[in-house]
């Protein structure tokens, strides 16, 4: 169903692991819709090398770099810049990793070194990103920065714990920056809150087998998936939303505004 | 810059008055999108007659129906099925009116049969045309309706006064059908929360020149226009948000999530 | 546990009906604070007789009044100012009610006769209130008027249908009403989003029993009771919250703020 | 206006530098409201001396400890505890401060060490403090403990910047703890997002004059200041609050529900 929507586009898309990932769903949906693609993700990553064949199908440089890094986020975007020739139109930021929720340490016991990194992979690197770019001036005007976020932003899920709050942060940085970038450059920045998925990172979230059933059945659309969500980076990265900027968005089949369903009381009350 | 994306799609666009109108350009813009347009509005606004210029240019058939009646919904959406043999797709509604604003009435001195109205037109007809809709079965699975809103449904703007009640009134409506229509018939039910638009049913209100701009300075893309407002209904009438739904979504170029901007204390403290 | 919190102040509560009413726990707990009230319901209401025996216990006159009736709040907001000697400092709004749930028709399927019932009873009564409040000036300086909410207002609690739509009506009103009454006044208008409520009134409610069960395990704190909220309105009547309003208040043990909880996530899974 | 309202109880207070701080005219108004107080600040603002004043005026000791330090928090709750002959009631946080903001460095241009410190200063240093807390048992069960935000965390004020990224992470701090710390020990957590206030701390934010002029045309009410907040504070900590929690409590006048008044507007104008 391409319908050219991003034809003269380009992007840089960080956090694809493997075909599983939604970074990667997006990467393949903006290839085709036209997009020009860069990947990144960090060494590590790369090394267990299913991004190649990602990078191959779509045609698209596979640039490491530590998103927590300036130095290395500096290199790369000169690096995407110069594999461009110039400015790009949009960027993807699909990054997110708690060591404390990974060691399953209690939230009213974190490690706070753990912490602070939860908060730098996680939210942090973003606004590493979009200042580098801004510094640059590599995002074109009218360009789109989108982050993906999840609703423990703003309500408690156990077991999400310092994620919680490293989603928080990292929904306040995409306002505080979407500020500036939209009345300097016209870039707008807006995060995605997605339903839980079924990817490799989410797959470390103990318990997301029961959440994602629990979100399926409060949800009047079902669960959003990876490649809806794909589909709905895509729409947000088009000009058909070029004045939407600072806003976190619910992409989640209604759970957002769900009290309770029928259906998951059904299976609550069993 | 068309890419056919309500392409084999079709829909009814109720409350497009003139060519300032968002619903005009909505109209226009499906069009443009590969969508079959009908065109609904009160046989009142019918007899101005701006409209049948747009119902020859997108080939269009009129009906005139006032949204506030359910006998005339149902001969309308009888008319659109049989026009377009069978269901539809997508619903835009933009109907909007407050006697008390309209004749200055004082929020706190409110004249309770009009606002009764201004609930009625406002308000419950969206309820009504998703009741009839629903009835009929009208509205194809992955379907979507969307209702426009104004952020004066979340905070206070002088002067909006009771269509600011009927906004907020509109937005729960779209969230209570939103979960019924969503879990029986996967329609997704929305609302987009506008900027101060510049329509003819928008000049209604008083001081909204001093509203645009300051929205204007606020709002660090500036404020969308109804075109804009058209784009972002596109994308959210196409595939590509199939999975949004229940939401209250701003288009207003950052005003929502802004307390203060620059730009807009520069002109307050001078 | 008395504090002469409302020592001097003087309020009228609106919907106590028996001693399970949340109105009727507010009345006792603002005279043991050493206010002096007025109560008023509707006829019907009076003739069940039980609010005598509060109205004696209390030392407060028992005023009828249809609250949806203009004519009616105008001679008992008269006779409460008659028996005061003058201006009031409170107002207590618990008044809520949908014909549309109580016969079980389906949210698609609403008659809007009954809808505009429900609107009118649970939300524009509270503007009806405030309008004659204030064009008597009836309400004191630095007074305080509530109203009673639910979580519905923003979220899809199924089986709750148009009492959701009517409250969110109701908040809207809070914050329009508010801004008006708080400038010209420095009168504050505020909602209390309550736990699920064992009252006369919830059990009419149908599933309340689960919702009850469901809402005490989301919650950290459980559910909050009818006496619970009685103390929070005090405080919110007190002149210990007086720079607060247009606000609506989550008074639930913290359900509001969750995604979802261990507690009720392990009912769901048995 | 001493109503005893917190008689019998006990709290530590963090963040009182001068008679214009608001942790200040909390420590003040919780004494004449019957409580035992215990105050601390980092050494350095100790030194300044001033609050020796309060301590001997309230009788409170005062204890040395930077909040952001586990090892010097758990010796303070271990003197507190020891003070007081076991466990406390309320905690009040009134800590915040960024380098950047000090240094009038951009937000696109922030120093991350700075900015670590603006979030370990600001909103960590809340989680260290309840998390020494829970360890030791020290805050009673349906205790309340409280930290003073902004309402920049949901919306952006220019010059407000990394602080307001660190109100975001303070808020959700609150929620993700109180629901672990609600559970276990019936322990609420709140956060009061406060007018713009003459303290020391906020004089250091360039414009505050000009925020402060807004907010105050902005807000029904006008600006709560210092001794209000204190007066809400109190509140919250009573046992009439004692089933909210979770929660981020607008204490404004108004301001958050305010969309444009005319006051402002008429300044705007002009």
Known sequence: MANDLLKGKKGIIFGALNDKSIAWKVA????????????????????????????????APIIAADATNVEELDLAIDKTMEHFGG?????LHSIGMSPNVRKKIPYDDL?????????????????KI????????????????????YIAA???????????DAKALLESIARSFGYI?????????????????????????????LLFDFAERMSP???????????????LF???????????????????SIGISEEAMDKYKS
Request: aromatic share 10%.
């Open 28 to 59: 393949e949906r903006a290839y085709e819709e036209g997009a020009e693609i860069v990947l990144s993700n960090t060494a590590g990553a790369l090394r267990m090398g299913e991004i190649n064949a990602l990078g191959e199908k779509i045609n």
């Open 87 to 91: 400015g790009f139109d949009f960027v």
């Open 111 to 127: 490690n706070y070194v753990f912490f602070n990194k939860t908060l730098d992979i996680s939210a942090i690197s973003f606004h």
């Open 130 to 149: 979009l200042r580098v770019c801004k510094q640059k001036d590599a995002i074109n005007e009218w360009g789109s920065a989108l982050a993906l976020s």
């Open 154 to 164: 703003q309500r408690t899920f156990f077991g999400y714990d310092d994620m919680a």
């Open 181 to 209: 970038y939209g009345k300097d450059k016209k870039v707008r920045v807006n995060t995605i809150s997605q339903s839980p998925t079924m990817t490799t990172a989410g797959s470390g979230v103990s318990g997301l087998d």
């Open 221 to 235: 659309l079902g669960n959003a998936d990876a490649l809806d969500c794909a589909d709905y980076c895509i729409m």
């Open 238 to 256: 088009s000009d058909l939303a070029r004045k939407v900027t600072m806003q976190n968005l619910y992409h989640d089949g209604g759970f957002a």
